[in-house]
Every structure is written in structure tokens, then in C-alpha cells.
């Protein structure tokens, strides 16, 4: 069964300083990975998603990186900022059998970000 | 533009007890699901539809029934309600089965529950 270990698990920074979050899994069989941001009380909201042929994605001060053979990947944060302060989830996409689409969920990566 | 809608936001059931969580979506998205979100466990899926009429099984489907009628709904059931259903559960959805490059999840702000 797919594993996915995010570290670490909470992470404290001032404002401006750029952060990476890491993001492993078990299994190199996926169709794709996806990252996402959840605000206290609230649902997900996906950030990013990366293709398993593809290598990074980009969006605005978020970068992700996949290394599918050796099941990593990391969303660096540039610059960071207060407003990133959320819980960051990375989550797999099974791409065979039974669980072919089904998303595997790692636990999170609480971050603060003070003023 | 309403998305991912869930209801009711909290509800508190006695053990034994049965409710349906409600889901609609209205951006025609083929994919649905349910997972349930616990401390220290991440989110795990429940139950899941590829399409309308169209539903299969999660990792932790034992007590909950779903249903797909339409495109835009589907409730998750709650048979006989007992402590360890104690959660959040998410609504998502995806334009397709396979959620692709323009494909993402998106979600609902869930539903939290608790059963004494």
C-alpha cells in the first residue's frame, strides 16, 4: 500500500525567509502528485500538480519538484509571507489496478510564518 | 461561482443514529469522492464515483453507503452511527476521473461530526 511521509511535520519561520517542504512516497507508480494548502476549519485547496513525466511545476512564489524514481518531491516557498501560514498536503495519484486514480494523502507540514 | 458545497457544517449524532452528508457540485465534474480526515491519520478515502450511477469503494468504506443519481450530488450515508465515525469528512471533485494536468480536486469545506 502506498505510504506518503511529509517533513516536517510543523515549521516556524519569519516572514521573508524561503522554505522547502518535503514529500515522499513508497510507490513510484503514480500518475501524478498534487499539492494542496488547508486553512483551519476549511476544505483543501490545490496548489499544484505534477504530471509523473513531468519534472517541476510553477506557480507565482511556489515551486514543485517531483523525482519520481526515487519517490520525492518538495514545494519550495519563496519569500515567504504571513497569509502562507497553512497546513501543506501532498498527495499521490495511483496509476494501476485497483487503486488506479485513487489519492493517497500524506499527513501535513503545519507552517508559520511570523511578522 | 458555488463549487464544492457540503452540508450540514457540524452535526452531533448519538451512537446508533443514521444521517446523510450532503455534496453538490456544479461544475459538471465526472469524479467524486469522500474522505474523512482524523488527527494523525490524514485523509482517507471513503467512497468514490467515476460517473453518475457510477460508484465504488475506498479504503475505509465499512458503514457508509453512497449513491450517484445525478452528476451534481452525492450524499454519503451514515448507517448506524458509533463513536469511531467521529471526523471531518471532505467532499471533491474533478473534472475526471483521472484528475490530469487541468483536472485538479477541488473541495468542500467539509463536514464535522461528532457522534457520543
Sequence with gaps: KQEVTQIPAALSVPEGENLVLNCSFTDSAIYNLQWFRQDPGKGLTSLLLIQSSQREQTSGRLNASLDKSSGRSTLYIAASQPGDSATYLCAVSADRGSTLGRLYFGRGTQLTVWP | ?116
Design chain 2, 1 to 116: 461561482n458555488a463549487g464544492v458545497t457540503q452540508t450540514p457544517k457540524f452535526q452531533v449524532l448519538k451512537t446508533g443514529q443514521s444521517m446523510t452528508l450532503q455534496c453538490a457540485q456544479d461544475m459538471n465534474h465526472e469524479y467524486m469522492s469522500w474522505y474523512r480526515q482524523d488527527p494523525g491519520m490524514g485523509l482517507r478515502l471513503i467512497h468514490y464515483s467515476v460517473g453518475a450511477g457510477i460508484t465504488d469503494q475506498g479504503e475505509v468504506p465499512n458503514g457508509y453507503n453512497v449513491s450517484r443519481s445525478t452528476t451534481e450530488d452525492f450524499p454519503l450515508r451514515l448507517l448506524s452511527a458509533a463513536p469511531s465515525q467521529t471526523s471531518v469528512y471532505f467532499c471533491a471533485s474533478s473534472l475526471i476521473f483521472l484528475p490530469g494536468l487541468n483536472s485538479p480536486l477541488h473541495f468542500g469545506n467539509g463536514t464535522r461530526l461528532t457522534v457520543t
